[in-house]
């Protein structure tokens, strides 16, 4: 989880911190917004966003770690995948679906984690800009490393992915009963071992 | 299928039909659609849209064989429930979770059919009452109606929906690769038995 207690935000409460630094990191947070939006997450560079926010780009890798980290802040995501996915791959392999299921189902459940979240499901329903930064962010921040790190095939990855997207929208956006007020434990057991069978390739 | 040959399709062309019958055709429609997304799914009534259409209730009956048929006329879907669940449910219990993920595929797979389902899922994303209005129609239309055949707990049902509804999403909004150009077979072998498994309640 970010927003609390990342680097970023130990940054911004130390003592003696220049004033204007919040400005500026909002600022930048903006120039992420726009840089994304309009040149897709593959295309845009730290560097880019550096000069559309105005700064010196060694000052926009003093608030975020990577690409990644500056596009969850933008977005306001409850979830970064440099924090998250040492996590979810730590521990056996028998394992990975119920962890994995278990995070989402989870991370979902509280409102303030999930909003920005649909917001950016939504918007990239009906905007294909942001569909197409959705796309990259999943695959390269998320799907491709965890199919690398399990030596899972890609399809594989995307169909346990398309398990747990397809859950959270019946779940949340649709709200179908009875998935939308299912306990968490009872939805785990249910579909973990759909997404184990996907991580665990036939040799 | 809808559209084609369907019992309407024939009326319309009948030789001596009254003329602006299919005026009266739309205009139930239209209504329907006005009622649909103000009163939902089930509230909705064939009086009442009848009514709304200032028509006699028995000239859309004479239109639409049912409630869901004019729902999926309203919408412009593709696929009647009435037509396409008896389809599904005939043949081997052991197959019905690969003739239901070969059905959605095959049908999402089109183009002019994908498009009209697609819109209401954007709408629903966005619009709370019709979010109602898909809610109402899948859940009283579909799910409960297959679960019922099979024997299969609600909750189940609605795994395997969200299963199939991510992998569609997944393919055509989010456009992830591999997925969105993999074959239509090469999906069915791998997702096939994730839906069967919901299907297979353990006794």
Redo the contacts between chains.
């Keep these: 989880m970010t927003g609390e207690g990342g680097p970023e935000a130990a940054d911004r409460r130390r003592p003696g911190r220049r004033p204007g630094a919040a400005d500026t990191r909002g600022q930048i947070l903006a120039a992420a917004r726009e840089v994304f939006s309009e040149q897709g997450f593959d295309k845009a560079t730290v560097r880019g966003i550096a000069r559309r926010a105005g700064v010196d780009p060694a000052l926009v890798h003093h608030y975020f770690a990577s690409k990644e980290g500056m596009f969850v802040a933008a977005m306001e995501l409850p979830v970064d995948p440099d924090v998250i996915l040492p996590e979810l791959l730590a521990g056996p392999r028998s394992e990975v679906g119920e962890r994995l299921a278990r995070f989402i189902l989870t991370m979902t459940s509280e409102a303030g984690a999930r909003q920005p979240v649909l917001a950016l499901?939504?918007t990239?329903?009906?905007n294909e800009r942001m569909?197409e930064v959705?796309?990259e962010f999943?695959?390269h921040a998320l799907?491709d490393r965890v199919a690398g790190a399990l030596g899972v095939p890609?399809?594989?990855m995307?169909?346990a992915?398309?398990?747990?997207?397809?859950?959270v929208?019946?779940r949340y956006?649709?709200?179908?009963?009875?998935?939308a007020s299912?306990g968490v434990e009872?939805?785990v057991e249910?579909?973990a071992?759909?997404i184990q069978?996907?991580i665990d390739v036939p040799s």
């Design positions: 499901v939504r990239a329903m009906t569909a959705v796309r999943m695959t799907l890609p399809l594989r995307e169909l992915f398309a398990q747990m997207f397809g859950l929208m019946a956006v649709l709200a179908l009963e009875p998935v299912a009872e939805l249910l579909v071992p759909a069978r996907y």
